[in-house]
């Protein structure tokens, strides 16, 4: 099912999301619905929070195929990259950020086990924007500036989260 994302100025957006405890039917309703929602909309990444639930698990797909996360914690990050980002929660509007190259991921599967992986460049940055949404922050707290159309990064690859 397809749910209805939240967009900037819903203050669910700007809570701070508890941990998934009960690893059961609800919770992998959640996650299927988050990633119909994300591939409807065409993003690459999407938080529970931006479907209004306050809990933290997030769905990130940059094209190599669909990553679920629950309760994810960044353990160690590296280096920096800058680049143009985007949020489905706010339409129509790109800004560029710095984020970590690379990040080092601890997290839960939908059944509650856990495990550790690497991301980098535009992987990383997924989840570094999409674990901020489980804080209540938005990347427009975080953009160095605005960017417009005619200031397209030279890839033009359209991201949204
Ligand atoms: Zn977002």
Redesign the pocket.
């Known amino acids: 099912m397809v749910r209805r994302i939240l967009k900037v100025g819903d203050e669910n957006l700007r809570k701070v999301c508890k941990p998934v405890v009960k690893f059961d039917l609800r919770l992998w309703l959640l996650l299927r619905d988050m990633a119909e929602t994300m591939r409807k909309a065409d993003g690459v990444?999407l938080?529970a929070p931006?479907v209004g639930i306050l809990r933290r698990a997030v769905v990130i797909d940059v094209g190599d195929g669909l990553v679920e996360l629950v309760n994810p914690e960044i353990l160690h990050e590296e280096g920096c990259q800058g680049g143009a980002e985007g949020?489905?929660?706010?339409p129509g509007r790109r800004g560029y950020v710095e984020r970590p190259q690379k990040v080092r991921v601890r997290a839960q599967n939908r059944r509650g086990e856990f495990f550790e992986f690497d991301a980098e460049e535009l992987f990383a940055r997924a989840v570094c924007?999409?674990l901020d949404?489980l804080d209540g922050i938005?990347?427009l707290d975080k953009m160095d500036h605005e960017i417009f159309e005619d200031e397209e990064e030279q890839d033009g690859k359209e991201e949204k989260?």
């Open positions: 990444g938080a931006q949020c489905l929660s706010v924007h999409e949404h938005i990347y989260r």
